[in-house]
């Protein structure tokens, strides 16, 4: 329990710490997508409680599946789109399982989309403290 409260500590404090950075920067985008990596390899990391080993086997077929989930266009017709994504998913599942096994492999797709559902959390929360902030100086300016 003490581990989930400290990597979701970790998680929301350097995401923030992120926002803070300039965005505008050539690379402030990129400084971000490896913060958020970062965050989510120890997200996986303990969800999954990987050893070493594990660990050096399943992260590079990760980052192979990542890329053809990255390289899926987005301009296709969604139901195309949801397919792809499947079929990706699929065959990926039976090299997932042979490293992790088959409990852990489901656990690997489900803590997958639970740190994006948390991701996608802190950002609306972010942009609502940021929406909410501006209508805060727009009323003063009124004023």
Do not use: H
């Not at 710490?17 to 050539?26: E, F, L, R, Y």
């Not at 594990?54 to 969604?78: C, H, L, S, T």
């Amino acid at each position: 329990m003490k581990k989930i409260i400290l990597i979701a500590t970790l998680f929301l404090t350097a995401f923030t710490g992120v926002k803070a950075q300039d965005d505008n920067g050539p690379d402030g985008g990129a400084k971000r997508r490896e913060k958020v990596k970062a965050l989510y390899v120890a997200f996986i990391t303990q969800k999954l409680n990987l050893t070493s080993d594990e660990a050096q086997k399943f992260w590079p077929v990760y980052n192979q599946y990542d890329n053809e989930i990255q390289g899926v266009r987005k301009d296709m017709p969604e139901l195309e789109k949801q397919q792809t994504l499947l079929n990706i998913k699929k065959r990926y599942q039976d090299k997932f399982t042979g490293i992790l096994g088959a409990l852990r492999c489901e656990q690997f797709y489900k803590a997958d989309g639970e740190f994006k559902q948390k991701l996608l959390d802190v950002i609306r929360k972010k942009r609502q403290n940021t929406q909410q902030g501006l209508r805060f100086r727009n009323q003063q300016d009124n004023i």
